[in-house]
């Protein structure tokens, strides 16, 4: 890592494994196509934290229902996607449509604060090969949509636009505000944003077709 900048790699601490497990078998134990929604980097209180993404200790025990010993400190975007999947229709239905991910699956801290993979030139050069084999990987393992959601209008959309254009991942990249975005500077039309994730998301699952299996070589 440059310097002053730190790796969280959640996957790593056994117990954080074995939550990981649970909720994946719990939501994914089978072979139907999901349509992937990728976020920017996992963060401190949420999915650095429970290795799954936008899933603070608070949310996996008490909706997902998977108890944990981890100190119950909520986590912004988490509070969003949660009161999402809930208007969806809970997570059960949700995670049946759906699967999250991140640009980058491992997250990073810059003196003790969250940093996004693209805010930081050298450390975006060093994570570039080991974003696209995570993303080639998730493709040839899943079974996905040609179509997936980027949260993150901004760097995060025109990194994932760019790094699709020259691979082509998908057929198309549908760009939504960032949870964080909104919890910390819309806050007041929470309920608005909600409404329209929904109205975007909740027909998608039945539109788009699937990439065919293996689409990618190592």
Not at 38 to 50: Q, V
Request: hydrophobic share 30%.
């Amino acid at each position: 890592m440059p310097k002053n900048i730190s790796c969280m790699i959640p996957q790593a601490d056994s117990n954080t494994w074995q939550l990981m497990k649970q909720f994946y078998q719990q939501y994914y134990g089978d072979r139907e196509p999901r349509t992937l929604i990728f976020g920017i980097n996992p963060g401190r209180f949420g999915g650095g934290l429970t290795g799954i993404p936008f899933t603070d200790p608070i949310r996996l025990e008490t909706v997902c229902g998977i108890p944990n010993t981890y100190r119950k400190v909520p986590e912004l975007s988490s509070e969003f996607i949660y009161r999402l999947i809930d208007t969806y229709g809970g997570p059960a239905a949700f995670y049946r449509d759906y699967l999250f991910s991140s640009i980058s699956p491992v997250g990073f801290t810059k003196s003790g604060k969250n940093l996004n993979y693209y805010d930081d030139r050298p450390l975006l050069g060093k994570m570039t090969q080991f974003i696209e084999h995570g993303i080639e990987r998730q493709l040839q393992l899943l079974s996905v949509r040609d179509t997936c959601f980027c949260l993150g209008e901004g760097e995060n959309f025109k990194y994932f636009s760019a790094l699709n254009t020259r691979k082509k991942y998908f057929r198309e990249i549908l760009p939504l505000p960032h949870p964080r975005w909104i919890m910390q500077y819309r806050r007041k039309r929470l309920d608005e944003f909600i409404k329209r994730f929904v109205g975007e998301l909740r027909n998608w699952p039945v539109n788009g077709s699937c990439l065919p299996e293996g689409p990618m070589k190592t």
